[in-house]
């Protein structure tokens, strides 16, 4: 996965431990020290950036498993640590001054003020902002960031403010917050019945589809719900974030990076995103003010998205 | 240990509102939290009308807070914040780490609501060091995080802890509003569709199980939560302050049930919960689970 990241062009690579200090807890992905090693040397060779995420909140008693992934992270050198829980960063600030910090978007700081608040006490120096500001609003935080920021350009679109969503826990017990999964797979069951194939999450109903239906992984807020008298996706359809057209405005805005997600994900799926957007970002470079988003590159993003849907989500102000 | 009144989470009308704090003066409440936190284009009540309010609730008696936005989008609503911790008198709950940046600078004392992340020991000890008076438990943690918590970070009184005991749990926040959405109105037009909905919009799946409540930009639990039953926990881990959050209907008799429970009267006439109310957070388990009603706790 990691290499599918670099061959294809990362500038960048996210990696976790194999445990719930990193919001992308799953059977099968992440790293034991070993491999961690191995990783970072292959990034390394290719001059690609290795991130260590260590974006959950702590537990009072495993903490040390937090301050081990930092302890950790500082013995292998890795680019920079990201997290998000004050606990973990004053233990990382503390302890290894020179370890270089980012604030994750489980942090959810969506202001000058709190992001003031992660540089003057932690000497945070880049933060990735949560999913819910539009495109003026992004430009003009960056325009008074005290620190770099880096956006979410691809990937699963989380509605909710990161950091901040107990849809998960209140239904499953397992929240991003606190275990580093969202709808985890363990709570899923599917159901076969004569009004169609049910998906069910920890025994509750999250969506029903009929013969012809494409049926999606039950995720909490993309289930069909009924509210006001209709039966409708109430909070959103299955959905991917796409922002390729916006990197112009990102760019001049002076985002410094755009996040693809891609730890839950295929090889095979990594290297197409990243490969897409590589493309894009160079072809950008190129021909600045005459940018135009690619048709094969919208296919090819388009066909390997959830629901093969696409949308700007909170960039665009009608989406809100 | 104290009762509070958290902030008022639904849009009510100006009427509806100063009713409800009148009523409040009279309310065996000692702390009341003013202020809009959810959605910064409900202003029934502007931030100055809200200290004058305070005032009258203070003087019947009441220890007042005045309690911010919870996410802010733009720097109108940094601006609505700044102007809550900027009030001169009251004591300000923040419910994001701008509002604790803003005290910070102002070297003010702390509160943080619900929607500020401590999730251990270490966290809270920073924050007293910045000037943390009162913490509010994020709403997912339970009883034995809690008590992990308090006795780690060994802060005895310096630091009061509060739990939100009573009422719809604040689950989510979102740039989009599923009020306006659910009347198929952008957000920027949204014809302030809230103060229909005093108690939220029911959203309920294909089984009539009543999942969440939207509540404009916010989304809140389907069921109520009760920790009635749990207040000698409560009081054996150190908490100080149990908060009620209002509710469009019953809050006086919820106010008062939990008043003579603070006071040792065991709540006999409910020894469950009712069908319609959850505690699983307490127990460690899933928000949405009844775990008071069950024979073993422990086997919820």
Request: hydrophobic letters at 40%.
């Amino acid at each position: 996965m990691l290499r599918a990241a670099v061959d294809a062009g990362a500038d960048a690579v996210y990696i976790g431990l194999k445990d719930a200090t990193n919001a992308r807890h799953f059977a099968g992905l992440n790293f034991n020290d070993r491999q961690a090693r191995q990783s970072i040397a292959y990034a390394r060779d290719r001059k690609v950036k290795v991130f260590m995420a260590i974006n959950t909140y702590a537990q009072p008693d495993t903490m040390h498993r937090w301050h081990r992934a930092v302890d950790l992270s500082q013995e292998l050198g890795v680019d920079a640590v990201i997290a998000a829980d004050i606990g973990v960063l004053a233990y990382a600030a503390n302890k290894y001054p020179q370890l270089n910090l980012h604030l994750s978007v489980q942090g959810s700081a969506t202001s000058v003020k709190a992001l003031e608040f992660y540089a003057n006490e932690f000497g945070v120096r880049r933060a990735v902002l949560p999913r819910v500001l539009s495109l003026p609003q992004v430009k003009q935080l960056a325009a008074n960031s005290p620190i770099d920021l880096e956006v979410f350009g691809f990937g699963s679109l989380c509605i909710m403010a990161e950091g901040r969503c107990f849809l998960s826990s209140y239904v499953t017990g397992e929240s991003p917050n606190t275990f580093g999964a969202c709808s985890p797979a363990s709570a899923v069951r599917w159901e076969e019945t004569d009004s169609g194939r049910e998906s069910y999450l920890n025994g509750v109903l999250i969506d029903r589809f009929a013969a012809d239906e494409k049926a999606g992984y039950p995720t909490l807020c993309k289930g069909r719900f009924r509210a006001n008298g209709e039966q409708f996706h109430v909070l959103e359809e299955p959905t991917s974030l796409n922002t390729l057209q916006l990197i112009p405005e990102l760019d001049k805005a002076g985002i410094v990076a755009v996040k693809i997600e891609g730890r839950q994900r295929s090889p095979a799926y990594v290297s197409r995103v990243v490969k897409v957007w590589r493309e894009a970002l160079q072809d950008y470079r190129r021909t600045q003010s005459a940018f135009t988003v690619k048709r094969d590159w919208m296919d090819a993003l388009g066909s390997v998205s959830e629901g093969a849907q696409t949308t700007l989500g909170a960039y665009s102000k009608p989406w809100q | 240990m104290k009762l509070s009144a958290g902030p008022v989470l639904y849009y009510w009308s100006e009427h509806k509102l100063r009713e409800f704090y009148q009523q409040m003066a009279n309310l065996p409440v000692d702390i009341v939290y003013l202020g809009e936190t959810v959605c910064p284009k409900r202003r029934e009540i502007l931030p100055e009308q809200w200290v004058e309010l305070g005032r009258q609730l203070a003087a019947s008696g009441k220890e007042v807070v005045l309690s911010t936005l919870t996410l802010l989008e733009c720097r109108a609503d940094l601006a609505q914040v700044k102007k809550m911790v900027d009030n001169g008198e009251f004591l300000v709950e923040a419910n994001d780490m701008a509002g604790v940046q803003l005290l910070i600078d102002h070297k003010l004392p702390i509160i943080t609501g619900p929607a500020v992340n401590i999730y251990n020991h270490e966290t809270l000890q920073l924050l007293h060091c910045k000037g943390l008076v009162r913490w509010v438990m994020p709403v997912e943690l339970g009883r034995d995080s809690l008590a992990s918590i308090v006795r780690r970070a060994d802060l005895g009184d310096a630091v009061q802890t509060e739990v939100f005991a009573s009422g719809r749990i604040p689950l989510a926040y979102s740039a989009r509003c599923y009020t306006a959405r659910a009347y198929n109105l952008p957000k920027d037009n949204c014809q302030l569709k809230c103060l229909e909905h005093p108690g939220g919009m029911v959203m309920e799946n294909q089984q009539d199980q009543e999942l969440f409540v939207l509540n404009g930009i916010q989304t809140m639990s389907g069921y109520e939560y009760n920790l009635i039953h749990e207040l000698d926990t409560m009081r054996r881990i150190g908490v100080d302050v149990v908060r009620i959050s209002p509710e469009p209907e019953g809050f006086a008799q919820r106010v008062e049930a939990l008043r003579r429970a603070l006071d040792g009267e065991p709540p006999a006439a409910q020894a469950l919960l009712a069908s319609d109310q959850c505690d699983g957070y307490w127990f460690g388990r899933p928000g949405m689970e009844r775990c008071h009603a069950q024979q073993e706790v422990s086997a919820c």
